[in-house]
């Protein structure tokens, strides 16, 4: 496929706009700064000459491209989310593009200190000759998920001036907030009107994911003894060190993020707060399967109680909440949404990986939201840190995976 790319030019211009989300904002957009970037995708989309292109209220991009086939295709959205994580700032971000990549460490001029090394990041090493996109060493680059949002885009210009590619009506999605758990809260599914769904939002070359964690959260709230220390002696039952009991309890060796990997899941503690009567530890549960999930929440309460033994006095509540789902259960209905685009890696020479995410994407919850929604790679790797790179040949792949994939669509349909 012959496409005189622009999603390296689009990229640069994208991760230099500052879109940092904010956990602790209760506002959608979290941070208003993200409809800076939505402001400057519209104005693109409407230069292509996608008339409905527009930014909501909530920091949402909606664009439809019109189809140029007279079949009754399934409407198909490509989704990735604006915001970058709060992990690592995103702001004043300066990227560099290493050309002719020979596989040597990457020293980021602006902070010596901050090297690429290839055996830290192997992926590397599968790069050599490639043009490699990194920060300056100050920031993260923001390739999470700019690289997809800037890939959707070439393809959207691609296909605005070649009418004569067959396939059916596309619809853009562009989120806010995805780094903080939020990228589809306000979404209008009634008005994005697509029948299937990917997000460019994936890491190596060729991979695409139809299978992520499931996920729910935690809250051990302990109620402890409370009297004034110095006449406290048998009487008070610190909640605060009860709560530091239950933590020293959790395992190390299984169980936990340090420990597992693979399709193995984990009990994870995220924050604790509170006082002498009263404190709370917040944890994330993960597993590939509902039953896991359920064990491990057993696994909690059993521990808690087990501690409790030794404060009798004091009690505990465990709130369990479900965040998200595998949408593998989902996507297991509609087989062909990960054959077509594993077709599409195919049609660009590249051999497609069918693999699972030990964590979650918008794609989780659209597929649960009436949009069956794999991940397909964005190329973006050492996401939320300042060593976060991205190869401008693994874009103009992504670009391609997207083309072939409309076509496919179009091919399916009788």
């Known amino acids: 496929m012959n496409i005189n790319h622009t999603v390296t030019e689009r990229f640069l211009r994208y991760v230099q706009i500052d879109t940092q989300s904010d956990p602790n904002s209760p506002t959608c957009p979290s941070t208003e700064k993200q409809k800076d970037l939505g402001r400057v995708l519209v104005e693109e989309l409407l230069a292509m000459g996608i008339s409905d292109a527009h930014l909501d209220a909530h920091g949402y991009v909606y664009a439809t491209i019109p189809a140029t086939s007279d079949k009754a295709i399934p409407v198909i959205c490509f989704c990735s989310h604006m915001d970058t994580s709060p992990d690592c700032s995103g702001k004043n971000v300066k990227p560099m593009v290493h050309k002719n990549y020979q596989g040597t460490d990457l020293v980021l001029p602006a902070d010596a200190t901050q090297v690429i090394r290839t055996k830290d990041h192997p992926a590397l090493l599968d790069q050599m000759g490639n043009d490699i996109v990194t920060a300056d060493g100050t920031t993260l680059l923001g390739a999470d998920n700019k690289a997809g949002v800037a890939e959707i885009m070439d393809a959207a210009h691609y296909l605005m001036q070649h009418p004569e590619i067959k396939h059916g009506k ?33 890491e190596t070359l060729g991979h695409i994911e139809d299978e992520t964690f499931s996920a729910d959260g935690a809250t051990l709230t302990i109620h402890g003894v409370s009297t004034h220390p110095g006449f406290a002696k048998g009487k008070m ?6 709560a530091g009991h239950i933590l020293a309890q959790l395992p190390t060796t299984t169980c936990s993020p340090e420990s597992t990997e693979g399709m193995e899941g984990f009990v994870h503690p995220t924050s604790v707060a509170g006082t002498l009567e009263q404190a709370a530890i917040n944890f994330i549960i993960r597993d590939f399967n509902d039953q896991g999930l359920k064990e491990k929440a057993v696994l909690l309460d059993d521990l808690a109680k087990k501690v409790m033994l030794g404060f009798p006095n004091s009690s505990y509540t465990l709130e369990v909440r479900e965040q998200y789902r595998n949408m593998k259960n989902v996507l297991a209905q509609h087989p062909q949404v990960v054959e077509y685009a594993l077709e599409a890696i195919r049609r660009t020479d590249v051999t497609p990986v069918r693999s699972s995410i030990r964590g979650g994407t918008d794609g ?10 794999p991940n397909i790679y964005a190329g973006e790797h050492a996401f939320h840190s300042r060593h976060e790179w991205v190869s401008v040949q693994d874009m103009e792949k992504a670009v391609q995976t997207i083309v072939h994939l409309v076509q496919i669509w179009e091919e399916k349909t009788a």
């Not at 619809?171 to 995805?178: A, G, M, S, V, Y």
């Not at 039952?237 to 009860?242: D, F, G, M, W, Y």
């Not at 989780?364 to 929604?373: E, V």
């Open 170 to 202: 596309i619809r853009i999605l562009f989120t806010p907030d995805e780094e903080i758990g939020r990228g589809v809260d306000k979404v209008d599914m009634q008005k994005l009107g697509a029948d299937f769904g990917y997000t460019m939002d994936g």
């Open 364 to 373: 989780s919850r659209l597929s649960f939201m009436g949009l069956p929604c």
């Open 237 to 242: 039952e610190n909640a605060l060190k009860i």
